[in-house]
Every structure is written in C-alpha cells, then in structure tokens.
C-alpha cells in the first residue's frame, strides 16, 4: 500500500500546475464553502486546510472570510508553493495527512476537500479521528469525497500518463465514522461532476460539527 501512496504523491508534484490551471476557477463548490463559514462562530477562526493542493480552496474561503487564520498543508512541494503563491498572507506546511499528530495546535475548522479520495479505508478512520481531536468543542469538519463501493478502487490515469491511486468512499462508513468520533453532520450535500467523456460523478460534501 505504502507504494500506491509514493506514486500518488511523486503525481501530485509532477501535475502540479496542471491541477491548478484545471480546478483553480472550479466553482461547484461555492455554496458549500459558505456553509462552512457560516458555521465559523468567530471572524479570525484559526483554520487547518490538509491537502490544500494549489490553494483553491483556501482562496474561495478567505473571499467569504478574510479574516480567517488559515494553515494550509498538503504533502506536496510543489502544491504549498502554488497555495503560497496564491495565498501570500496564509501559513503553509508541508505535512503528510496521515501524521497530523504532528501539529501541537487546535482549530475551529478543518478542510479535507478531496482528501479522503486518496487515503485507505483505514486511513480515512485515522483522519476523521485525528481531525476530532484537532478540533475545538465547537469546531467545524468540512470533507468532501466521491461516494462509490470502496471494492472500484484503484489507479486512475490523467492525460500525462501519470497515476493516482483514487479510493471511493461509502457514504454511510463515513458518517459512522463521524458519529463514532462524537461529531455530528449539519449538512450534506451531493453534487453532479461531469468528467471528461460525458461520465458523471457524485460528489458528497459534509459539514460537522464537534
């Protein structure tokens, strides 16, 4: 498995321009990030964002909230010089999802937009729980992921040639995962995203609640 992970990344600093040129401006999304703010209770909230990639998300959120105290990691090189680049006011750092152990801090919110797509089953559990822990007692959760039968995972391949290994993601198992993590769904929404070719997919989007 360790290896699917070593492609996957060694991808994601290889595409790194091309990812941002594709999904920068991507505006599916937007109503769910208001969500998410909304549900902020304070103007400077302090924020992490795991697997910020270009800066996208963190982008559309700072527009909503400008105030917001935003950490952006991603295990990618190249993808925290992109979200520094357009986002100079924000704190970055390099920082594999799997060891957020590692940050000696609490949040009121954490992103994971398209996180848990590439982590196992088990690491998806790990994520969920260490987010938990991160949180403040009314922090907030925002994932968002593609929901299909976990079995169809495996390597997918971009117009470069190079391959992420993609998990699909039950929705069910996720938000057990949530309950079990005492965290609570204040909204959920799927959405249509067509891909190259005219395939559809549904993507989840939830926002909780400690």
């Known amino acids: 498995m360790e290896e ?6 060694k991808t994601w600093n290889k595409i790194a321009q091309l990812y941002e040129d594709k999904f920068m401006e991507l505006n599916l999304y937007d109503d769910t990030y208001k969500s998410f703010c909304n549900l902020l209770l304070k103007p ?6 795991i697997g910020c990639g270009p800066g996208n998300i963190t982008r559309q959120i700072l527009a909503i909230r400008p105030k917001l105290n935003i950490l952006a990691t991603d295990v990618s090189k190249k993808m925290i010089a992109l979200a520094k680049r357009n986002n100079p006011a924000i704190a970055t750092q390099i920082l594999d999802c799997r060891n957020l152990k590692a940050l000696n ?4 919110g954490i992103i994971c ?28 959760l925002y994932l968002s992921f593609v929901s299909g039968d976990y079995k169809n995972s495996g390597f997918i391949a971009g117009s ?13 198992r996720v938000k057990q995962e949530l309950v079990l993590n005492q965290m609570t769904i204040v909204d959920l929404v799927e959405l249509e ?8 997919e549904t993507h989840v989007v939830i926002n909780a609640k400690k």
């Open 105 to 108: 801090a609490k949040f009121d």
């Open 160 to 172: 470069t040639g190079d391959r992420t290994y993609f998990y699909y993601h039950e929705l069910e």
């Open 44 to 49: 400077d909230a302090d924020v992490l964002e």
């Open 113 to 140: 937009g398209f996180t848990i797509p590439y982590l196992s089953k088990l690491d998806c559990s790990k994520l969920i729980s260490d987010c938990s822990n991160l949180l403040t007692e009314t922090g907030i």
């Open 4 to 9: 699917r992970y070593k492609e996957t990344q």
């Open 193 to 200: 995203y067509k891909k190259a070719g005219g395939i559809s």
